[in-house]
Nanobody, 121 residues
Framework: QVQLVESGGGLVQAGGSLRLSCTVSGSIFGIDAMGWYRQAPGKQRWLVAVITSGGSTNYADSVKGRFTISRDDNAKNAVYLQMNSLQPEDTAVYYC??????????????WGQGTQVTVSS
């Protein structure tokens, strides 16, 4: 069974930084794209940043220059989100997603349980 476990959320003052981590475990052949999404209360979940297996990245306009996504495809099978210059509008539950390949090379999307990020003004 594939599981994604997130960590690193918390409460921070405006202008501060947090680093989110997400580790993928389970029997998989490989991982294609990995991404971070966020969902504020009463709003839809939307993509914050994505990184492909080749290392290409893409960011939502609102986080460009402040957030950095990276991944470790060695033993850790992890994706990270470094968040700097945090603002109250960044407050949300952050979810990681991984596009995992099984040994038949079928691709499935898996989600983490979410981690709360709260930025106080």
């Amino acid at each position: 069974q594939v599981q994604l476990v997130e960590s690193g959320g918390g409460l921070v003052q405006a202008g501060g930084s947090l680093r989110l981590s997400c580790t993928v475990s389970g029997s998989i052949f490989g991982i294609d794209a990995m991404g971070w999404y966020r969902q504020a209360p009463g709003k839809q979940r939307w993509l914050v940043a994505v990184i492909t297996s080749g290392g290409s990245t893409n960011y939502a306009d609102s986080v460009k220059g402040r957030f950095t996504i990276s991944r470790d495809d060695n033993a850790k099978n992890a994706v990270y989100l470094q968040m700097n210059s945090l603002q109250p509008e960044d407050t949300a539950v952050y979810y990681c997603k991984a596009e995992c390949l099984d040994y038949g090379l079928y691709e499935y999307d898996y989600w983490g349980q979410g981690t709360q990020v709260t930025v106080s003004s």
